[in-house]
């Protein structure tokens, strides 16, 4: 999931987000949107109920990194909802001499990841003996979870799993130049499961609002997977049985209801995407929605 670097209570994060993916509600700059949002937990905070809720209780990290994440939600979960021929349907071909990068936010122990890149390229090797030029980079808070994903990954030439926050202004260097390495100024696919959902209660509806935009800005189409308002009084219902506070923000959220349809609205007023196709729902109601970029 993503990582939120934090300094202290009175912190401001800084959410850059370049114009190719148009502003948040009407606010713009020439290089992109710097948003700050204050009373975040300070840093000592956020490493305590990371390290306490991976003891506890394997199923509450207050932040989304759940330890054993695969055992409860199996990547055939999602992968019995995405066609085979979706790197096909985006306009990329086995034949095609050009390189093709795909990025997944969120990607915990790497298990779906794997899973999505072994998925799409049955499609492939069907028409292709090779899949030389297609990479994958996937991204998580966590440097435990990315570790684990970094031992068990069988295709370390051609996926690499890096703890990274996008939210952050440093990380943006750093994926501009994993896409230069490649020539390219976008990832072709922006994968993004379960991961808005700990933005929004940790850090509030403008940071839901900023990683749909930061998202947005670095891919030509993006596969997102929003959780569901029930799952919002779940997690919480989790830290309340465990005895600690809600999150900061839980009970000052505006943005509530039907999630997949606020970021959709997002999306495409601001982003310059539009719906592509919905995939249907998950075992767990999730819509699996994939934008394009206009």
């Not at 969120?106 to 390229?121: E, V």
């Not at 051609?158 to 990274?164: R, Y």
Request: include cysteine; glycine fraction near 6%.
């Amino acid at each position: 999931m993503i990582n939120y670097t934090l300094t202290n209570d009175k912190f401001r994060i800084f959410f850059l987000i370049h114009c190719s993916a148009g502003n948040i509600h009407g606010i713009s700059e020439p290089e992109g949107i710097i948003l700050m949002m204050d009373k975040m937990a300070s840093a000592s905070k956020h490493v305590r109920l990371h390290n306490l809720a991976k003891k506890e209780d394997p199923g509450s990290a207050p932040y989304g990194n759940f330890i054993n994440y695969y055992t409860f939600n199996p990547p055939e979960n999602r992968l019995s909802l995405i066609p085979t021929t979706l790197l096909k349907d985006i306009g990329c071909h086995p034949d095609s001499s050009g390189t093709v990068l795909m990025l997944d936010v969120g990607c915990n122990t790497g298990d779906l990841s794997i899973a999505l890149y072994k998925h799409l390229f049955q499609e492939w090797r069907s028409e292709s003996n090779s899949s030389k030029n297609v990479y994958l980079l996937g991204l998580d808070l966590d440097q435990d979870l990315i570790l684990r994903a970094q031992d068990s990954n069988p295709f370390p030439q051609k996926i690499q799993f890096l703890s990274l926050d996008i939210t952050q202004l440093d990380s943006q260097a750093k994926l501009i130049s994993y896409l230069e390495k490649f020539g390219r100024r976008h990832f072709h696919l922006c994968t993004c499961f379960a991961v808005t959902m700990w933005v929004h209660l940790n850090h509030g509806d403008t940071a839901f609002f900023a990683l749909l935009s930061q998202l947005a800005s670095l891919c030509e189409y993006l596969l997102l997977e929003v959780q569901p308002w029930k799952c919002y009084r779940s997690a919480a219902r989790r830290l309340r049985k465990l005895g600690r506070n809600d999150f900061d923000h839980f009970k000052m959220l505006a943005v509530r209801g039907d999630m997949a349809a606020h970021a959709k609205e997002h999306l495409e007023k601001w982003c310059s995407m539009e719906l592509a196709q919905s995939f249907g729902s998950t075992s767990w109601d999730r819509s699996l929605m994939l934008f394009k970029r206009r």
